[in-house]
């Protein structure tokens, strides 16, 4: 194969792969954010996560995780999930639910490489390695960073009723 077939040939998937990410974040910023909350259990953390810690023992996510480019520099209707608005109670359950949204995404974005089954095994090969290596790190960031913000926000829930009962039962 000839040089010019071999960029020819990366451009062409570089356009696929491109038009796929912003189709599919597109499509899913359409969905309501109901939708993650009626679906939480689709994005459980399971007790063997250790709430993201394993993520992190595993990877040193905490290492690299600041490398990931923010996808609202790309498309401004994506939340930025770099760093909260505000610590409200309403803004926490926000960054979970875009979190949520964000790791659904990304699952999403690693069904098209079927496209290349049949395509020769060098082909297949790359387009796999390119799904995982531009899609996993930003799963396993999102099962490391949610886990951890959902706690605190579970926290902060269980203070707030605490207060709310006190002050009830003093009326």
């Not at 079927?114 to 297949?124: D, G, H, N, S």
């Not at 290596?133 to 490391?144: D, E, K, M």
Request: with cysteine; glycine share 2%; proline share 4%.
């Amino acid at each position: 194969m000839t040089l010019r077939k071999v960029l020819k040939l990366g451009l062409i998937h570089s356009v696929f792969w491109t038009t796929v990410q912003l189709s599919l974040s597109n499509i899913m910023l359409r969905c309501p954010s109901s939708l993650f909350v009626r679906y939480a259990s689709v994005f459980k953390i399971w007790s063997w996560e250790k709430r993201g810690a394993l993520w992190n023992k595993l990877f040193r996510i905490n290492k690299w995780k600041h490398y990931i480019p923010e996808a609202a520099q790309f498309n401004y209707r994506i939340y930025n999930k770099r760093r909260l608005a505000s610590f409200k109670l309403e803004d926490i359950h926000f960054m979970i639910l875009e979190m949520r949204r964000a790791e659904l995404v990304h699952w999403l974005s690693m069904i098209p490489v079927v496209v290349f089954i049949k395509a020769p095994k060098y082909i297949l090969f790359i387009n796999f390695c390119y799904v995982i290596s531009a899609n996993l790190p930003i799963i396993l960031t999102q099962r490391y960073n949610r886990p951890r913000l959902e706690h605190y926000y579970q926290l902060r829930m269980k203070r707030g009723e605490r207060t709310c009962r006190k002050r009830k039962s003093s009326l």
